[in-house]
């Protein structure tokens, strides 16, 4: 049976048809999941994708959280359900809080796009087990507010437990403490990160390389052999 990812489109979500996209291409079978609906269709996973949902009023991904759907996942992230928020969805990660600590806006006060190169820093979480610990990537990063703020306790818990699972490498491009570009939760099954590794899985687009891929392969796998 074919795994089924779910991708929800909030109102001025933009890159969810990508992370279909991305799904398709890893082998697995995207189902699209709207924001007002607390049915997830028996998917197997979810991913909250990047844009700009409600416009980033109050905060970035503030007004989402509270979206029906996100009743249901937050629900079942608690369970196992495995979860991948980029960029937005990460901002709505931390607002829910299924992540610690939250986002800001970049310490320039600009929009940022790029590519950026990433260290793994944790290949054991049902999103990245196809990387390898210390393997450098690089991934487009489009964004805002994308400085990852927690306080010291939590961000020392974080390193001490091996919860960072992404770090920005040569160039901290937003401010985030600790260069923290992406981190997970205790269990592993939910995984945030401010860069778009969706935009990463064709030669032909983004970066010129695959390295996003492997987040799509890695709970595909997971799924699989669970």
Known sequence: MTARIGVVTFPGSLDDRDTQRAIRLAGAEPVALWHKEKDLRQVDAVVLPGGFSYGDYLRAGAISRFSPVMETV????????????????????TEAHLLP??????????????DQKLRVENAETAWTGDYRQGQEIHIPLKNMD???????YTLDKLEAE??????????????????????TNEAGNVVG??????????????????DGLPFFTSILKKLVNA
């Open 74 to 93: 937050i629900e079942q992230a608690k369970a196992g359900l495995p979860v991948l928020g980029i960029c937005n969805g990460f901002q709505v990660l």
């Open 101 to 114: 600590g939250g986002m800001l806006g970049n310490d320039h006060l600009h929009f940022i796009c790029r």
């Open 146 to 152: 994308g400085r990852y703020v927690a306080d010291e």
């Open 162 to 183: 091996g919860r960072v699972v992404f770090r920005y490498v040569d160039v901290n491009p937003n401010g985030s403490l600790r260069d923290i570009a992406g981190i």
């Open 193 to 210: 990160l401010m860069p778009h590794p969706e935009h990463a899985v064709e030669p032909l687009i983004g970066t010129g390389r695959t």
